[in-house]
């Protein structure tokens, strides 16, 4: 897999460096049914987010109510999707994480004893790490619906090949690697609102890639903004 990375340039196969991301391709109020909105398509992954609500989940007094995510991979997505119609495993495990990633972002007691309910849908997928852009797709959603938040969440991930660490792998990189680390990151307040690791990296490696997932995530953050911007000047201009 080496031969993909040249050691006198230090670029990767599809021509990147090291450090760069793929630049992504979002929208937001691409789904007419919900109240936010948003898509987001990164190489040849691409997800569509709908956020629905505040809708009551309990009968009791709560001052504070709830972000409910829900992660799913359309049947066409990936070449390995079971066709029994159910949630996988993982597919759970990424609902929690984005409920995780999220919350923390979102002023809860704007809607007192109610949920937010975020529902990502991978149309595609040919890259590992569909749930960092599924937590990004899901925050432009949130802002598309008005809902209050503290800040934008935007995720990003990095894995070590060899002794390199490489932003935002594509699916051999990841394959190949001995360990990814994704980041969610909340810029303006400097937070971590999610953080996942697999495989093993020495203490120092850790906090590089950390740093280099954060710097991602602040400039997909830039991004961000500037795709909400341009809506909201398009509804200004009627």
Same mark, same amino acid.
């Given at each position: ?22 630049? #992504? ?30 809708? #009551? ?11 409910? $995510?829900?992660?799913?991979?359309? #049947? ?13 495993? *993982? ?38 790490? *569909?749930?960092?852009? +599924?937590?990004? $797709? ?6 598309? +619906? &008005? ?6 969440? +935007? ?6 090949? &060899? ?34 690791? $697999? ?15 954060? +710097? ?9 903004? =500037?795709?909400?911007?341009? =809506? ?7």
């Amino acid at each position: 897999f080496f031969s993909g990375l040249f050691a006198h340039t230090m670029k990767r196969a599809d021509g990147r460096v090291l450090g760069q991301f793929r630049t #992504p391709f979002m929208d937001t109020s691409v789904v007419s049914q919900a109240r936010g909105s948003a898509y987001y398509e990164v190489g040849a992954t691409k997800v569509i987010c709908s956020v629905f609500g505040p809708r #009551p989940y309990t009968s009791e007094f709560a001052e504070s109510g709830r972000v409910y $995510c829900e992660f799913r991979r359309a #049947p066409f997505a990936t070449a390995t999707r079971p066709q029994t119609g159910r949630a996988t495993e *993982d597919e759970k495990e990424k609902s929690v994480i984005m409920a995780q990633a999220l919350e923390t972002a979102v002023i809860l007691d704007r809607f007192p004893k109610s949920q937010m309910e975020v529902h990502a849908l991978v149309l595609e997928s040919n890259n590992c790490d *569909d749930l960092a852009m +599924a937590i990004t $797709c899901a925050s432009l959603a949130l802002s598309d +619906a &008005g809902v209050e938040m503290y800040d934008l969440v +935007a995720a990003c991930s990095a894995c070590q090949l &060899g002794e390199h660490l490489l932003l935002d792998p594509t699916d051999d990189e990841a394959a190949n690697s001995t360990m990814s680390l994704t980041v969610a990151y909340m810029t303006s307040l400097s937070e971590v609102t999610h953080l996942q690791l $697999c495989g093993e990296i020495e203490a120092g490696q850790f906090h590089k890639a950390a740093d280099l997932c954060i +710097a991602g995530a602040c400039e997909i953050r830039s991004l961000m903004e =500037k795709c909400l911007l341009k =809506k909201f000047q398009q509804i200004a201009a009627g």
